[in-house]
């Protein structure tokens, strides 16, 4: 299947707009921990459907490194990183992580995410299958680089890694997660936003 036309291109709403309608079906006739494994079901259903499943041999990648919700893999072109994530740092709503990766988008253009469909990681866990530019860095942003970076956004920092305006939040802003590309501009590669409360 040709990845780069539609209905993969919208593929990110797709998957959004199932976890959201799982949500609101499931409404509070469970708890909250019910909503995320309803979501996984509905997700594993969509990929079964739309064969949405992604091998990572097919994608001919090296792993580069593993987070508390990512492993990383490099392009066989090394210019794109491929994600498995695990929906970790979604909690028990993984409309969080829609949410989260729309933001990223939105805020940080130059770095997007695109989904391109699911897999299983190293531990067998559901994950979504993102992709993102490789970025050619010089260094890692200094603190001072992210903080006016943010602020030219309309961000509030609230800490030295978190920041708000009057709709996300946006933390784990270190400089490990924001790269100085060779050509001077930051690229904020995995950084965690959600909906301010």
Known sequence: MDRTYSPINSLLEQAAHIVRRKK???GTLE???GYKRGQIKELI???NSKDLWISLSNLNVEFLSKGGENEVYTGDKDDIVVKLNNFEYAGDDLENFFIRINAHNKFFSNVPYQMIGFSYNSRQEFSAVLTQPYILAEREATEDEIVEYMEALGFEMDYIDEFHNDQYEVFDAVPNNVLYGIDKDLYFIDTQIRLKK
């Open 45 to 47: 259903e969509f990929a």
């Open 24 to 26: 609101e079906t499931t």
């Open 31 to 33: 708890p909250t921990e």
